[in-house]
């Protein structure tokens, strides 16, 4: 057997595409240090860049039947690496970005959970504290708030007069301002 170390690398390229192995480990011999330094200077990480020329070179093994190499060995391997480089920056953008908008997903529901949350709480307070209006002014205040009904659909629903209905109205605001303090605008909404 004759040493593949002094073939030229179109002599080399030949023989890859014949299937010959020995010269697919020269291929790699002969270029993978030289491979892995451009690709490190890109990636600054060299378990990834062993990666990257590994996968270059299985690709090489595996499409060695119709590998057209135009420009020269050297020139192609150092083109194929430079793009499998790219596709590293372009993958890491979008795990990036997947990243960031997973963060702002995550964000957004936390927020949405907690105010639903304490809407739900004042709400509750709200209603209990409306519950506990006196009988009359509690059915006159819900007919208003609730039901939508005017003072004289009120007034004429329950058999009393329009003042009657405006003061007890007046009464329980009044008195729900006092218990609920900051939280009695949310009731107007």
Known sequence: MTSLNTFSDEQLNELLKSGDQDAYIEIYERYKSLLQQHAL??????????DLIQELFIYIWDK??????????????????????????????????????????INEGAYTTDLILREKEFRELIEKEIAALPARMREVFLLSRDGFLTHKQIAAKLGTSDLTVTTQI???LK???????????????
């Open 170 to 172: 007046r009464n329980a």
């Open 41 to 50: 200077r890109k990636l600054g990480d060299m378990d990834e860049v062993e």
């Open 64 to 105: 060695r039947n119709t590998l057209s190499i135009t420009s020269g060995l050297s020139a192609y391997l150092f083109t194929a690496v430079r793009n499998r480089v790219f596709n590293v920056y372009a993958k890491k953008k979008r795990e990036a970005n997947y990243l960031t908008s997973l963060q702002e997903f």
């Open 175 to 189: 008195i729900l301002r006092l218990r609920l303090g900051s939280l009695f605008t949310l009731l107007l909404f």
